[in-house]
Nanobody, 115 residues
Framework: QVQLVESGGGLVQAGGSLRLSCADAGRTFSSYFMGWFRQAPGKEREFVASISRSGGLVYYADSVKGRFTISRDNAKNTVYLQMNSLKPEDTAVYYC????????WGQGTQVTVSS
């Protein structure tokens, strides 16, 4: 069973940083491909970043390359999203997703970037 809980969201000024965490209460975290997605008001959910089971492969949306870093700690059953140089257009609810045979989603955490 996968149970994902995101944390670390909040209000930050443009140019600032936040680190999101997504913890899995289950026992099979290391077997899941993990990703971060976001959804802004009135827009569809979009891909942000993903990371392979071992952490050796990472992928980013063009809009966040060079500013965001995804990482994971399988010993802590946690995936992270370090977000630097935040922009107002990064404002959204951020969700983590675990993928293997099925997809599992967390409840989301709000990130608001003020100009």
């Amino acid at each position: 069973q996968v149970q994902l809980v995101e944390s670390g969201g909040g209000l930050v000024q443009a140019g600032g940083s936040l680190r999101l965490s997504c913890a899995d209460a289950g026992r099979t975290f290391s077997s899941y491909f993990m990703g971060w997605f976001r959804q802004a008001p009135g827009k569809e959910r979009e891909f942000v970043a993903s990371i392979s089971r071992s952490g050796g492969l990472v992928y980013y949306a063009d809009s966040v390359k060079g500013r965001f870093t995804i990482s994971r700690d399988n010993a802590k059953n946690t995936v992270y999203l370090q977000m630097n140089s935040l922009k107002p257009e990064d404002t959204a609810v951020y969700y983590c997703k675990a993928s293997r045979y099925f997809d599992y989603w967390g409840q989301g955490t709000q990130v608001t970037v003020s100009s």
